[in-house]
């Protein structure tokens, strides 16, 4: 018997060669599952608890994702290229999830019949590339000059991600509003420049956009009503300075002998903060914001002097209005100038909905706006929340990159067709990988036809028959149980969002067909002691 050489740690499980490849392929099929029916104008959305009860309903697939939590090593790369593609470009993210998912599958039979992992990566490869090719070639380009060519383009793009959501039957309106928001920003279309704020009530429509930074008044003092709502023109104090008295005892031990030693602490106080409030009246600034709470005096000294004051105003919102008004958030008032002092050119405090809200229009240095999002339930305001910032990653992308393809699986029927005639004139078996993907492409029209309830087979036949008659971007068409030429019908989707979809998915192909052994020793971790450590304490 020849002895046995035990290289791993006792309970340490290996599992390796091509089982282990095909039990990856399986667990990223479950995961496909999950996601499979949200695809489309037809998906339906999925209801998510957390362990606190917390519930999220949702459509976006990058959401889903990172809640489901998964643990399985090989499925975690689809979660991870569901989060990439919603980083990179905001949408898509359903689709490149089930590409991956369809890839994975058609490539299944392969490993099974014992070709090697190395030669299906490499003609995956390939075909991600004639793909991302053919889509850069047949993409069309309107001009770019014209301003309303360029903002129908938007309007339509931000209408066809949105198309798949909740929101989808104010679909209109909220494509104007997407549109409206990121034009409003400047060239480098920073998206931390568009705040978006929920208030319970109302509908949907009364959902409204405010050229300028908004936000929530928080807790106020009696005083506080005194105070102008309104000025033109005024300078802007940011703060991070608390403008309150401090209960004494709260703050340290003091040994005092008598009441007049204890008067004076008190009146010491108190003349620091009149001194700090005094700087401020003499500054020149009208409107005073700090992410510190101010207290009553200070709130009636503004209101005396027909100040405006705000505090506890989140870190974000104090940053966006630095940025917009400019000035810069102080820590003392020592140095009051001009220099650090915002402004802008209209401030108002307004009534929306059940909230105040401080609004700031006609800010100076950045362009900015906000997103007031009303609506019933709040699960609902935060899927209007997500499905916008898809809209709007969409336009950004957009308006940047401009070239558009037709959706509805109109692209992914002419990659397969494209990949099917190319793979014709290969030799060996890069011929049938390469027909495999072409094959994997149509997933995503049959799914599209599946989750609206079609027969799938007869409308798939179909697009392939207009398809192979050059009818380039025939696809599903969602309202009629037909094909049609989604370029016509304005369904169209930036090709940034495609290209991006197929090499995320093309790669998590790859990684995971290159996987061939995963080694797991739940122990691993917690060995011996550090060296040099004499004495570390070890779990037991
Ligand atoms: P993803 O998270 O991948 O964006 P969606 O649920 O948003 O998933 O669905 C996107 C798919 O729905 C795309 O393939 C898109 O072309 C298609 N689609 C969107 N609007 C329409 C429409 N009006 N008719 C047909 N297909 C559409
Ligand atoms: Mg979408």
């Not at 046995?4 to 340490?12: N, V």
């Not at 031990?253 to 003499?282: F, G, M, N, P």
């Not at 009534?351 to 240095?365: E, K, S």
């Not at 499905?387 to 959706?407: E, F, P, Y």
Request: hydrophobic fraction near 40%; include cysteine; charged fraction near 25%.
């Amino acid at each position: 018997m020849q002895p046995q050489i035990i290289l791993l740690k006792e309970g340490t499980e290996a599992s390796q060669g091509r089982s282990q490849i095909i039990s990856n392929i399986n667990a990223c099929q479950a995961i496909v599952d999950c996601v499979r029916t949200t695809l489309g104008p037809r998906g339906m959305d999925k209801l998510m608890v957390e362990a606190q009860g917390k519930a999220t309903i949702s459509n976006d697939g990058a959401t889903i994702m990172k809640l489901l939590d998964v643990v399985h090593p090989a499925a975690k790369t689809l979660v991870d290229i569901a989060k990439s593609q919603d980083a990179e470009v905001g949408d898509g993210t359903t689709s490149v999830v089930l590409l991956a998912g369809e890839f994975l599958k058609q490539m299944k039979p392969f490993i099974e019949e014992g070709v090697h992992s190395q030669i299906i990566i490499r003609s995956v490869r390939k075909a991600t590339q004639m793909a991302i090719q053919f889509i850069n070639e047949i993409a069309v380009k309107p001009k770019k000059d014209d301003e309303v060519e360029l903002r129908q383009l938007l309007e339509k793009c931000a209408a066809t991600a949105m198309s798949s959501k909740l929101i989808n039957q104010q679909k209109d309106f909220f494509s104007k509003m997407v549109v409206d928001a990121v034009m409003l920003l400047d060239e480098l279309l920073p998206l931390n420049m568009i705040g978006i704020k929920k208030v319970p009530g109302g509908a949907l429509e009364d959902t409204q956009l405010v050229a300028g930074v908004a936000f929530k008044k928080t807790f106020s003092y009696a005083g506080f009503e005194m105070q102008p709502k309104q000025y033109t023109n005024p300078k802007i104090a940011l703060l991070n300075i608390e403008l309150e008295l401090k209960a004494e005892r709260d703050n340290a031990e003091v040994r005092l002998e008598s009441v007049e030693e204890y008067q004076k602490v008190v009146d010491a106080e108190w003349t620091i903060l009149y001194d700090k409030l005094e700087k401020l009246h003499l500054s020149g600034a009208k409107v005073v914001l700090s992410k510190l709470p101010i207290g009553d005096v200070a709130t009636q000294y503004f209101a005396d002097r027909d100040m405006f004051c705000a505090g506890r105003v989140p870190d974000e919102d104090l940053k966006r209005t630095m940025k917009a008004c400019g000035g810069s958030i102080l820590t003392t008032v020592a140095d009051l100038g001009d220099s650090v002092l915002g402004t802008c050119q209209h401030f108002e405090e307004k009534q929306i909905g059940g909230d105040r809200f401080n609004i700031f229009m006609g800010c100076p240095q950045a362009k900015t706006c906000t997103i007031i999002i009303r609506g019933g339930a709040e699960q609902f305001m935060e899927e209007t929340e997500r499905s916008l910032h898809d809209a709007i990653m969409i336009v950004r992308r957009a308006t940047k990159n401009d070239a558009v393809v037709a959706g509805g699986g109109a692209i992914e029927m002419e990659l397969s067709k494209h990949l099917r005639d190319v793979s014709r004139s290969i030799a060996g078996k890069e011929q049938m990988l390469i027909s495999a993907i072409a094959r994997a492409l149509e997933v995503i029209p049959r799914q599209l036809c599946d989750n609206a309830g079609f027969d799938s087979t007869n409308i798939l036949n179909k697009l392939r028959q207009k398809h192979a008659q050059g009818n380039r971007w025939v696809g599903v068409d969602i309202l009629n149980e037909d094909v049609a030429d989604n370029m016509e019908k304005c369904v169209w989707e930036p090709s940034l969002v495609k290209i991006n979809a197929l090499s995320a998915a093309s790669e998590a192909t790859c990684l995971i067909l290159s996987v061939d052994e995963t080694i797991k020793n739940p122990k691993s971790g917690e060995g011996p002691a550090p060296p040099g450590r004499p004495g570390g304490r070890r779990p037991f």
